[in-house]
């Protein structure tokens, strides 16, 4: 029996999904430093939005009777949305990154993550820890793969095991938002597996 989702949760899903055309666009028509300029100055006008809202009332009502319907509780207070999490994020791996292990990691984590918590809450039946279900973890890793098959600069089983870490951060964090921390570790661990295979090459 497949359970029913809230819309508010479908909503946060469909803004996450929408956010893939960030890597997209730029393995398509944007280099490096450009896309660093261009996404750091989108982070950062999304801070300063989000520190207006905390601070000014008629502001944080607006945002209340505009986004409320698919807010989280604790993001009506002095907290930073998932939305600003995903795009520190996208800056960092792209800052971070060479462009294609970029690209993969945020197309786990834009593609990944919200396809895990759809199919989690939706199907899921078996929990494995922090809430999490195995469906959900499935549906991550399959999905991640599926999504990242054009990046043939990585190899395969290197992508697999990006993206399987990718999705044990997303099942384990707990602290620190999983929109910052799944394209980090899945990345550093694709560019240190890609560098080892580099020295062993040689």
Not at 112 to 136: F, H, M, Q, W
Not at 142 to 169: D, E, H, M, N, Y
């Amino acid at each position: 029996m497949i359970k029913p989702v809230k819309e508010g949760e479908l909503g946060r899903k469909a803004i996450h999904y929408l956010s893939s055309l960030v890597p997209i666009i730029y393995q398509l028509f944007f280099n490096k430093h450009d896309a660093t300029i261009i996404i750091g100055l989108l982070f950062l006008g999304i801070v300063v939005a989000e520190i207006l809202r905390m601070r000014i009332p008629a502001l944080r009502w607006l945002y209340r009777k505009l986004f409320g319907w698919m807010i989280r509780p604790h993001e009506f207070g002095n907290h930073f949305t998932g939305a600003t999490y995903v795009f520190m994020g996208a800056f960092l791996a792209i800052f971070l990154f060479p462009k294609d292990i970029a690209v993969t990691s945020l197309l786990f984590l834009m593609l990944g993550d919200p396809t895990a918590c759809l199919v989690g809450l939706s199907i899921g039946r078996i929990k494995i820890y922090n809430n999490k279900t195995l469906e959900g973890a499935i549906a991550f890793i399959s999905i991640s793969i599926l999504a990242t098959v054009w990046v043939s600069s990585i190899p395969f089983w290197i992508k697999i095991i990006g993206a399987v870490i990718a999705c044990l951060v997303e099942i384990v964090h707990r602290k620190i938002d999983d929109n910052l921390l799944i394209p980090l570790f899945s990345g550093t661990t694709m560019l240190f597996l890609i560098e080892v295979c580099n020295v062993i090459n040689k």
